[in-house]
């Protein structure tokens, strides 16, 4: 099957820097990049939808100054959380989508997991 | 816009026993499709199954089988013959034509199986 990768898998960062955080699809071209957001013991979120070349579109309640999303290529997409707060810690899930998938959804990338201290 | 319920926290089934686990759905979108994820605690999502709005069969994949009752707007999966590696998080979620592809997930159902 399809293979998306994420990196880091998991780090750790002080309050007020900022980090990012890559997907990539590793054997298709994705035109579409999910990204996605679990707090420990819920569900996931979708925060943004990247189209490869144009700008996100973030989910309401997302600020989309905080989590900068760039999707420069067909086969990469970055998430970048700025000014980073504790409240931000969270698991952080893409997944990455090809033009002939349908109503069927990307492939998840294993996740990165943020602890702000 | 589409929401999906899960309303069984948790659950348990006794190892090499079947288990249901519940998911509803609602969406005005006659073009959706449904699916099951596991969650294990690496956090990684594993693709289980999927069944889409217009197929006339469930889904089945091995152990997993997909109970579609469109009329009733519910998918429950069900897995037989548990495992001990089967214990983990099961997510239903759905996507439609509408929502570009977006996933949109229930609260989750922590399975454990006993041995």
């Known amino acids: 099957g399809a293979v998306v990768s994420q990196h880091p898998s998991r780090v750790i960062c002080k309050s007020g820097t900022s980090v990012k955080i890559e997907c990539r699809s590793l054997d298709f071209q994705a035109t579409t990049m999910f990204w996605y957001r679990q707090f420990p013991k819920q569900s996931l979120m979708l925060m943004a939808t990247s189209n490869e070349g144009s700008k996100a579109t973030y989910e309401q309640g997302v600020e989309k100054d905080k989590f900068l999303i760039n999707h420069a290529s067909l086969t990469l997409s970055t998430l970048t959380v700025t000014s980073a707060h504790p409240e931000d810690s969270s698991f952080y899930i893409c997944?990455?989508?090809?033009?002939?998938?349908?109503?069927?959804?990307?492939?998840f990338g294993p996740g990165t997991r943020l602890t702000v201290t | 816009a589409q929401k999906i319920t899960q309303t069984q926290p948790g659950m348990f089934v006794q190892e090499k026993e079947a288990v249901t686990l519940d998911c509803t759905y609602d969406t005005s979108d006659p073009s959706y499709g449904l699916f099951w994820y596991k969650q294990p605690s690496s956090g990684e999502m594993i693709f289980l199954i999927y069944?889409?709005?217009?197929?006339?069969q469930n889904a089945t994949e091995g152990r997993y089988s997909l109970n579609f009752q469109k009329a009733r707007k519910s998918a429950n999966l069900v897995i037989s013959a548990s495992q001990l590696g089967d214990s983990a998080m099961y997510f239903c979620a759905m996507s439609t034509i509408g929502s570009a592809r977006q996933l949109t997930f229930g609260s989750g159902t922590q399975l454990t199986v006993l041995p």
């Open positions: 069944q889409g709005s217009y197929d006339q």
């Open positions: 997944s990455a989508a090809s033009p002939s998938g349908g109503t069927r959804p990307g492939y």
